[in-house]
């Protein structure tokens, strides 16, 4: 299994601004991946963090809004650009290792409140 | 895009009573996870499906893939107030590497 630090854990920001959102994992990764999901829904994916490229977005994000970095396979971060209130919701990191197992680790979530 | 439906939305059961959850993906799925998500928690995987047809248990919990790989099923027997939680199916489809999560459904469980 892998063990996932994911920071910070709420957070409320005013509009306007960009908050960043770091994921560290305690052993080397294939995949990281970042989801969002909004009070009582499900989760969608914003996109897969590459290790040393740009990130691959699903329809209806773009890096503009959430730029994504993963300078090595243990750690990624997601930044939330230019909030409003929409942009408020639960960010959750997840991880996957192709080469042994295929079930996703998450981490513990961040709830952003934006007003 | 590929779509993953889950039925019941909401169930609310007495303790001991049964529950199912029914999950189904507008397309063929090469695998089917199921996760548990507690209140306030983050999502933790319970099980793998590959193979069609194929059946697994885990205790009271009895996970089922269907025949041509677009749906799956999770059945508790004799619910406990652990059991609480929104359960989350999830699928990967076309060899890729993506998850897609399904719409979930709210376990209640009352005394």
């Known amino acids: 299994s892998a063990v996932i630090s994911q920071k910070p854990s709420r957070d409320i920001c005013q509009r306007g601004t960009s908050l960043t959102i770091q994921c560290q994992v305690d052993s080397q990764v294939t995949m990281m991946f970042w989801y969002r999901q909004q009070p009582g829904q499900s989760l969608t994916l914003i996109a897969t963090a590459n290790q040393g490229s740009e990130a691959t977005y699903e329809s209806g994000f773009v890096i503009d809004k959430f730029p994504i970095s993963r300078p090595n396979l243990t750690f990624s971060t997601l930044t939330v650009s230019n909030m409003s209130p929409e942009d408020s919701s639960i960010y959750l990191c997840?991880?996957?290792?192709?080469?042994?197992?295929?079930?996703?680790?998450f981490g513990q979530g961040t709830r952003l409140t934006v007003v | 895009g590929q779509q993953v439906m889950q039925i019941p939305q909401y169930q609310h059961v007495q303790e001991g009573e049964d529950f199912t959850t029914y999950c189904n993906s507008s397309t063929t799925l090469s695998n089917i996870q199921w996760y548990k998500q507690r209140p306030g928690g983050h999502p933790v995987f319970l099980i793998q499906?590959?193979?069609?047809?194929e059946v697994k248990k885990q205790k009271r919990l009895t996970f089922q893939f269907g025949e041509a790989k677009k749906n799956s099923s999770l059945h508790i027997t004799a619910t406990q107030t652990t059991d609480v939680g929104t359960y989350f199916c999830?699928?990967?489809?076309?060899?890729?590497?993506?998850?897609?999560f399904g719409t979930g459904t709210q376990l209640k469980v009352e005394l």
């Open positions: 499906l590959v193979k069609s047809g």
């Open positions: 999830a699928g990967k489809a076309g060899g890729g590497n993506k998850l897609t």
């Open positions: 997840s991880v996957e290792n192709l080469d042994r197992v295929t079930e996703a680790f």
